[in-house]
């Protein structure tokens, strides 16, 4: 498509890690034909790059203050859109109007930046369609289905020839998460065996399990990795043959690239946040810890002849 004729669209969404990857499926599909610029937080801001034109970092560059009753418009330099869509909560009104009076000829596109509980539908296809709706060129079923397909954020088929299971013991919130103990059985027990190198990799989050895990698999030889860097991380999960994590910013992006993931739901809805990638297994929450071993061990038998040589 003609540059001159596309559409030029600012986007705002300073979200954790997993909810701006969610953005990827939309944005993916009409790299070609839309210049986005994203307004964001890292790390998911720059992991969305070769979707983007442009990239404003949220939390550096003071686009906070946009949001304050009296903004002074004259502190910010915005890049020349034909229309800005905005995923912040906004109760009060106050986003819409520092918007409205900072980009007064500029149309403003504001929605909330989730779907109401009640509404089961998954947060990239709400996504997807609030872009259509403000009249950008997205189809988000067909979106959707693409990401599920294939590796959005990978780059051709993965490398499996690795044997290393990444584990992702955490999240962004507690209640997602699973007890530590039970990571600690799967991850030195003989479930995962087949696997040469077990790398738990901690975010911020999780730093103070360090302790934790360092001790209790000491005679295990599990590698513990704590808040790598983005080049780290996505070799991490680039190569890894497998990925375990519960509904995290991390499990997301395994997915995305491709890699074999199996995601553990507790207190969040499969249908609303189940990663997007083309293999993924979801295990819904269960009460007791000996259903959610055997629940994984049945996923792994069947990743084992997946991915078999």
């Not at 947060?123 to 990401?147: H, M, N, T």
């Not at 890894?240 to 995601?263: E, N, Q, V, Y």
């Not at 979801?282 to 049945?298: A, C, G, S």
């Not at 792994?300 to 997946?306: G, I, M, N, Q």
Request: charged share 25%; glycine share 10%.
């Amino acid at each position: 498509m003609d540059t001159l004729n596309r559409a030029n669209a600012l986007i705002i969404r300073p979200s954790a890690l997993g909810d701006t990857l969610l953005l990827a499926p939309a944005l993916s599909q009409i790299a070609d034909k839309v210049e986005i610029t994203l307004m964001g937080r890292g790390p998911g801001v720059d992991l969305l790059r070769p979707f983007l034109h442009g990239c404003l970092d949220y939390e550096r560059g003071g686009w906070h203050r946009l949001f304050l009753e009296w903004p002074d418009c004259r502190d910010f330099s915005f890049p020349q859109v034909d229309r800005v869509i905005s995923f912040v909560s906004d109760p009060a009104g106050k986003v819409r109007a520092g918007l409205d009076k900072c980009l007064r000829d500029t149309p403003i596109f504001s929605y909330p930046p989730f779907p109401p509980r009640e509404e089961k539908i998954h947060v990239a296809l709400y996504l997807a369609s609030c872009l259509k709706r403000s009249g950008l060129p997205v189809d988000p079923e067909e979106a959707i289905a693409e990401a599920r397909s294939s590796a959005v954020l990978g780059k051709g088929k993965p490398s499996r020839s690795g044997n290393t299971v990444v584990l992702h013991p955490g999240s962004g919130s507690r209640m997602k998460n699973y007890a530590p103990e039970l990571w600690l059985d799967l991850i030195g027990g003989e479930d995962l065996g087949a696997f040469r190198t077990r790398t738990v990799l901690l975010g911020p989050a999780e730093e103070q399990l360090y302790q934790f895990f360092a001790g209790g698999l000491s005679g295990v030889g599990a590698e513990i990795v704590v808040s790598p860097h983005r080049g780290r991380l996505l070799s991490l999960l680039g190569e890894a043959r497998l990925c375990i994590g519960h509904d995290s910013g991390i499990t997301h992006l395994a997915a995305m690239l491709g890699t074999p993931t199996i995601a553990l739901f507790r207190n969040s809805h499969p249908l609303q946040w189940a990663p997007l990638g083309p293999d993924v297994t979801v295990i819904t929450e269960v009460k007791q810890p000996r259903d959610i071993h055997r629940k994984i061990k049945e996923a792994l038998s069947t990743v084992r002849k997946e991915l078999s040589p």
